[in-house]
């Protein structure tokens, strides 16, 4: 018997496989289905999924022959592996030097044909094989080997999807750290940032109490600018603390609530001027949605329609749609409406259009990113596109799909 040699590459490729971490695993239905369908094809009573480590041949699927590991310098495949771009064909081992003695060969099992195919990884490294063996000498067909070739690329696409699902599910969970940790900074920070802001404008209003008299029109104005700096910093900060919130929603625990209900208690809540006309769903409709979600982003669209809006009489137009399987709302104003160019751009977190509403406030460039991302969470989708009149105005198009089934 001829041992098997180690191929030059042999650090990186045992580098390689450990990456799959298929090593030691538990059987799976769609190895062995690959197994007995070699089987099936070459007409072979035995089919193995062999993967070469260090010192051992482990085997992921059996077919035909149980068996789990042997001693690397006796498997048929670690020659396999030493020629990885075509198959190893042994017709009858008895009469290869390489197997004659071999006691899988001259002893019990007492395999005699073998033919294996490398299972080569993306970056051309041969990790171990499938094959296919016999009692007896014999060959295969063309067609049979083409046909073992293809379903040890299917072997190997087994082994690559695991390893990206594993991948993706580790990026996942860093992702989902470093979000919390994201949240949790900016919920710090903004919380300590709001004590001096506060002191700030404390000191503000107290010079203007008590100094107020002394100061000419230009420190009076200095003043003011003060104040309206810090006002628009707070509102960047409780910005910022709502945004940070977002990934911590709990969006899977849908409930059922009354559309017409929920639009009225948000129109109470951002006091809505006599001037305007609104026009919402009146028939009560019942959604199966996350309630808190939907009042968050349905409040700061209309809190912007009525914020920016420079007609006399504004308008606010909340329509609702739904069919087997999405929900779908329009939120419609007429105010001065969002040109295309900037439609994906207001979206992005600090990004402004340096609009100037009635109350005289400058955006921070925080809310619809914070829209964005709930909408986003929820599994939803939503958009800017033109008024269906195609009127001055803009049109935010929500869309989120409906729960299978309520959350318990």
Not at 266 to 273: A, D, G, K, L, Y
Not at 278 to 286: A, I, N, T, V
Request: hydrophobic content about 35%.
């Amino acid at each position: 018997m001829i041992n098997p040699k180690i191929p030059e590459n042999e650090k990186s490729r045992l580098a390689v496989l450990h990456e799959y971490q298929v090593l030691g695993t538990l059987p799976e239905k769609d190895f062995d289905d690959i197994t007995k369908i070699a089987s099936e094809i070459c007409q072979t009573p035995i089919s193995l999924i062999n993967l070469i480590d260090a010192d051992i041949q482990w085997t992921k699927s059996y077919y035909g022959l149980e068996v789990t590991e042997m001693p690397r310098e006796l498997a048929f495949c670690a020659y396999t592996i030493n020629d990885p771009y075509r198959p190893t064909i042994i017709p009858d081992a008895t009469k290869d030097e390489r197997f004659h003695d071999n006691p899988y060969v001259a002893a019990g099992p007492q395999l005699i044909f073998y033919t294996g195919i490398p299972l080569m990884s993306p970056d051309g490294y041969a990790l171990g094989t499938l094959c296919v063996l016999d009692y007896k000498p014999r060959e295969l067909t063309q067609n049979q080997l083409d046909a073992l070739r293809a379903l040890a690329n299917q072997v190997m696409s087994q082994l690559e999807l695991r390893r990206r699902n594993r991948q993706l599910e580790q990026l996942n969970k860093e992702m989902s750290r470093l979000n919390r940790n994201l949240a949790e900074f900016s919920y710090r920070a903004s919380h300590n940032l709001k004590t001096p802001l506060r002191g700030i404008s404390s000191l503000a209003t107290w010079l203007q109490d008590e100094y107020g008299d002394k100061l000419d029109a230009q420190g009076m104005e200095y003043l003011s600018l003060i104040h309206q700096r810090t006002n628009q910093l707070h509102q960047l900060i409780n910005g910022i603390l709502t945004y940070s919130k977002v990934t911590t929603l709990s969006v899977n625990q849908a409930e059922t609530f009354d559309l017409t209900d929920l639009i009225r208690e948000i129109i109470t809540q951002v006091h809505v001027p006599a001037s305007f006309v609104l026009d919402y769903p009146q028939e009560h409709p019942l959604l199966l949605l996350y309630q808190p979600g939907l009042h968050q982003i349905l409040h700061h669209l209309i809190s912007n329609a009525v914020k920016y809006n420079n007609k006399e009489m504004g308008e606010i137009l909340v329509d609702f749609m739904e069919s087997d399987k999405r929900y779908l709302f329009y939120v419609i104003d007429n105010g001065p409406g969002i040109q295309p160019q900037y439609r994906e751009k207001v979206f992005q977190l600090f990004e402004t259009l340096h609009f100037h509403p009635n109350q005289q406030e400058n955006s921070v460039g925080v809310g619809l990113a914070t829209v964005k991302a709930i909408v986003e969470k929820m599994h939803g989708h939503i958009s800017i596109i033109d008024r269906p009149d195609n009127e001055e105005g803009a049109c935010f198009r929500l869309e989120f799909e409906k729960p299978r089934q309520p959350a318990r």
